[in-house]
């Protein structure tokens, strides 16, 4: 039974005992009244179950419904996403994970939104990055400003775009519920992500994404992050979920594509296999990305990429 204007908050967690109090709190403190709290964790070896269970103990009232959901064994990140979705009944649906912080309007915000869009069944809102930055040392908010105009184009040309990569991380995407009805969920063939393939599947069949201009979410980017520790730790299995995500989002819709699009997507996929090859750490990703050379698209950023690094070497950033 969906109930009407109730936001169903889904916090997915794995080994999150540092952060997870954090992320909870931030639900607890929404100006939004009408709550669902759904926790679906993923066959955590740590103490964020524990940790889970005692809070809500203390915090239940604040809430219309709470439920923890668990798993015995570790199934992969839409796998946890899923779970925690179909437990939901609140019309507006938000995933976030067990380490990022909703900021305290963000509901209030993200609900107006949906009542003045009625056909909008995905809201993209701006994200902050936080903690250890990394590569996104000089990013303020995501999506950048760049890629704004998107927004007011149609569902192909947004799937365009994202064939390219996915700028659009999860923590900024919330749901109606008829979203899921229309395109079913989170792909579980894949384990490490769930954002980018459903973006695609959606765009593909014709579901534009909406924007809201304002921050509602803290982007908590640290040392333990899938994306942002995947070379360091040779995480083979990430590379080749990127690669699949090519193979069963993007190649079978190329003639949504330009042929540069096309082109470029041909080399993403060769950096890819490259990288798997030699073995999925930072020395295979600097031999493998030679073939970027090729790459018209990546060209087109080229500029950009010399001022960061130039920037970085007289110790300027």
């Known amino acids: 039974m969906v109930v009407p204007n109730l936001f169903s908050v889904v916090v997915v967690t794995y080994n999150q005992e540092k952060f997870v109090i954090d992320t909870l709190q931030s639900v607890l403190n929404q100006t939004y009244p009408a709550i669902e709290l759904i926790v679906s964790d993923d066959a955590s070896k740590d103490r964020t179950l524990r940790l889970v269970e005692n809070w809500i103990q203390k915090h239940r009232d604040r809430f219309q419904r709470v439920e923890i959901l668990s798993s015995p064994t570790n199934q992969g990140v839409p796998a946890n996403y899923n779970r925690g979705v179909k437990a939901t009944r609140g019309e507006f649906i938000k995933c976030i994970g067990g380490d990022d912080i909703l900021l305290p309007d963000a509901l209030e915000k993200v609900s107006r939104f949906f009542t003045k869009e009625p056909n909008a069944l995905v809201c993209v809102s701006l994200i902050e990055p936080f903690g250890d930055l990394g590569p996104f040392r000089q990013v303020?908010?995501?999506?950048?400003?760049?890629?704004?105009?998107?927004?007011?184009?149609?569902?192909?040309?947004?799937?365009?775009?994202?064939?390219?990569?996915?700028?659009?991380?999860?923590?900024s995407l919330f749901f109606k519920r008829d979203i899921f009805n229309k395109h079913g969920f989170f792909d579980e063939r894949l384990r490490r992500f769930e954002d980018w393939p459903f973006l695609l599947k959606i765009t593909s069949e014709g579901t534009k994404l909406h924007l809201l201009p304002e921050i509602?979410?803290?982007?908590?980017?640290?040392?333990?992050?899938?994306?942002?520790?995947?070379?360091?730790?040779?995480?083979?299995?990430?590379?080749?979920?990127?690669?699949?995500?090519?193979?069963?989002?993007?190649?079978?819709?190329?003639?949504?594509?330009?042929?540069?699009?096309?082109?470029?997507?041909?080399?993403?996929?060769?950096?890819?296999?490259?990288?798997?090859?030699?073995?999925?750490?930072?020395?295979?990703?600097?031999?493998?990305r030679f073939i970027k050379l090729l790459d018209p698209l990546w060209w087109k950023d080229f500029p950009l990429y010399i001022h960061t690094k130039l920037f970085k070497v007289f110790r300027l950033v």
């Not at 927004?151 to 659009?168: G, T």
């Open 140 to 171: 303020r908010t995501i999506p950048d400003k760049k890629w704004y105009f998107l927004f007011k184009n149609d569902a192909r040309i947004q799937f365009r775009a994202l064939s390219s990569h996915c700028f659009l991380p999860g923590p």
């Open 216 to 288: 509602t979410v803290k982007w908590r980017i640290h040392s333990d992050s899938i994306s942002n520790s995947a070379l360091v730790k040779s995480d083979e299995a990430f590379f080749r979920d990127q690669l699949l995500v090519y193979k069963l989002y993007v190649s079978p819709r190329t003639g949504f594509l330009s042929f540069w699009e096309k082109y470029h997507v041909h080399i993403q996929m060769t950096y890819l296999e490259g990288l798997i090859r030699r073995g999925s750490n930072l020395r295979a990703h600097k031999e493998a």
